[in-house]
């Protein structure tokens, strides 16, 4: 059979067997197959070396007695610690000296004084104050035998109908013994002693039988499939597929500034891993951390670290720093609600009704961030009384929580007010008034209508018209009233006038101002 493939393939037999071995040393495949392959190609400097490794003293002992060449009988004399065999070698080969040298370095002390007689005058002086050791291999970890193999079945063809249900066998072989046999044959037939000169083996050798088999092929891994099964890209990003988890992204949403993701992206595909130690001469484990595993599923989607809850804990803080009203307070409300809008696109939710609960979140956190930010650029323009005037009025009109609207009007009436704007102050007064406000604030409010009431004019003119329906831009804090055109935000719907179409989103950070998306998707349901 062998010399068949090696015809197909072009190369001639020994090529075939030295290539098979080298290929099974690759893989880590089993040594017999390895130890056939070196037989086949008479290559036993490679022979000697896998029986050094794999602690096969016995085979490695009767290969330095019948291995062809001082320097392979040498060599393996090293590799079995045998100084006498050694000693014997070099005085074979005329190398006298060293032949003294190494036994009396060694001790012995009848072979050292031999070889003294025979060199005469010229017998070498050892070096003084010198402490000699014997050179001996490391002892292999594991010792002998072949590595387990895949149980293979023979079927019916193979070995017919009684012999279906038996299981091939690994025979061992012992390599030494049929080696030996062959060399006293060849001795006898040739006349010559026991050595190793004049020996000529034969191509096929008593090798060890070692059973075939197709090796299974490996499994996909855990990333892949979660990559290959999901079209949410949360769980893309934690099966390592970011690049695929981004064209996700800005295909649904129109995401194109990731810079702000990139941590959380991180986060997700980390939180998903796990890694169990092993030896300490072997790589750790890695392991996939799933979400809902159960005993009925082979394989469940990926754990992530980002959940629903989490963002609702993150909108109280974000309205209790709302409440607060200072500037450091509104500017990490800012950061907070920001921080929502940035973790929705990578969150997961298992119900239409969470997914409901997702957008309107949106939605609420879209309106903070624009009316905090207007507040906090009122509270910058100090020069400027009617800028702050409009900003004051503007954010009144942003869908706040009924406390944070009520101080909204609070601030927006006595800055008008005092800015003696006061039919637009009466206005906001009579708003306040019907959000059922505190005391105080109900108090301030009635005392404004009353003296407004009296000269309902405004000192100033204000780009501000209550009676007309408008949107605030979120880029310029100008109004865009009905029938005016505008273009918004795919992820966050805030809107824009249309001179800042195609800039990056000033509200949500992420994404492009009018691009065209499909819509949020968060939930294996809306991909059923």
């Known amino acids: ?18 290539r098979l071995g080298v290929e099974a040393l690759r893989r880590g495949g089993n040594s017999g197959i390895v130890e056939f392959a070196y037989q086949q190609t008479r290559n036993f400097e490679r022979l ?47 190398l006298l000296p060293l032949a003294y040298i190494t036994a009396s370095v060694h001790g012995l002390e009848d ?18 104050g010198k402490t000699h050791s014997l050179l001996m291999p490391p002892i292999p970890v594991v010792c002998g035998g072949d590595w387990p193999l895949l149980r293979v079945m023979k ?20 390599w030494g013994d049929a080696l030996a046999e062959e060399e006293e044959e060849d001795g006898e037939e040739e006349g010559e002693g026991s050595g190793w000169e004049g020996l000529e083996l034969p191509l096929q050798l008593d090798t060890p039988k070692v059973s075939a088999f197709m090796t299974p092929s490996q499994g996909m891994a855990v990333s892949q499939i979660w990559s290959q099964e999901s079209l949410l890209a949360a769980e893309q990003a934690a099966a390592g597929s970011f690049d695929t988890a981004m ?36 790589p750790v484990v890695p ?17 992530l670290v980002y959940e629903l809850s989490q963002q609702e804990e993150k909108l109280k803080s974000g309205y209790k720093a709302t409440t607060s009203g200072k500037d450091e307070n509104l500017t990490e409300a800012v950061r907070l609600f920001r921080s929502i809008l940035h973790t929705i696109p990578l969150l997961v939710v298992e119900s239409r009704t969470e997914v409901e609960e997702v957008k309107e979140l949106v ?36 869908n706040l929580q009924p406390p944070h609207l009520r101080l909204a009007l609070f601030s927006a009436m006595g800055v008008c007010y005092r800015a003696r704007n006061l039919a637009t102050a009466y206005n906001f007064a009579k708003r306040l008034l019907e959000t059922n406000p505190t005391e105080s604030q109900a108090k301030t409010a009635r005392q404004i209508v009353q003296a407004a009431g009296r000269n309902m004019t405004d000192a100033t003119e204000l780009n501000y018209d209550f009676r007309n329906p408008f949107v605030i831009c979120g880029s310029t804090y100008v109004p865009i009233y009905r029938g005016q055109k505008d273009v918004s935000c795919p992820y966050c719907t805030a809107r824009f006038v249309p001179s800042q179409e195609g800039n990056i989103c000033a509200i949500c950070d992420l994404a492009v101002i009018g691009a065209e998306a499909s819509g949020l998707l968060c939930s294996p349901s809306q991909v059923r």
């Not at 064209?247 to 995401?255: A, F, K, S, Y």
């Open 1 to 18: 059979m062998s010399v068949a493939v090696a015809s197909a393939t072009n190369i001639n037999e020994e090529d075939y067997w030295y």
């Open 111 to 128: 072979i050292a004084e031999r070889l003294s007689i025979a060199l005469g005058d010229d017998v070498p002086s050892l070096p003084q």
């Open 287 to 303: 392991l996939a951390v799933e979400r809902g595993w159960s005993e009925s599923s082979s394989r469940g989607p990926p754990a």
């Open 363 to 398: 939605t609420i956190v879209k309106e903070y961030i624009l009316g905090l930010k207007m507040e906090l650029k009122r509270r910058e323009t100090r020069d400027d009384p009617v800028r702050q005037q409009e900003l004051a009025a503007y954010f009144t009109h942003c």
């Open 247 to 282: 064209r996700l992204l800005n295909r649904q949403l129109g995401i194109k500034n990731f810079a702000p993701l990139k941590s959380m992206l991180l986060d997700l595909l980390i939180g998903s891993q796990s890694y169990l130690p092993a030896f300490s001469s072997s």
């Open 48 to 94: 000697s070396f896998l029986y050094l490794i794999t602690g096969n003293l016995e085979k490695l002992s009767k290969l330095m007695k019948l291995k062809k060449g001082v320097m392979g009988q040498f060599h393996n004399a090293l590799y079995m610690g045998d100084v006498k065999e050694r000693v014997k070698i070099l005085e074979n080969a005329g």
């Open 155 to 174: 079927g019916i063809f193979e070995g017919g109908l009684e012999s279906a249900n038996e299981e091939d066998d690994v025979e061992e072989g012992d």
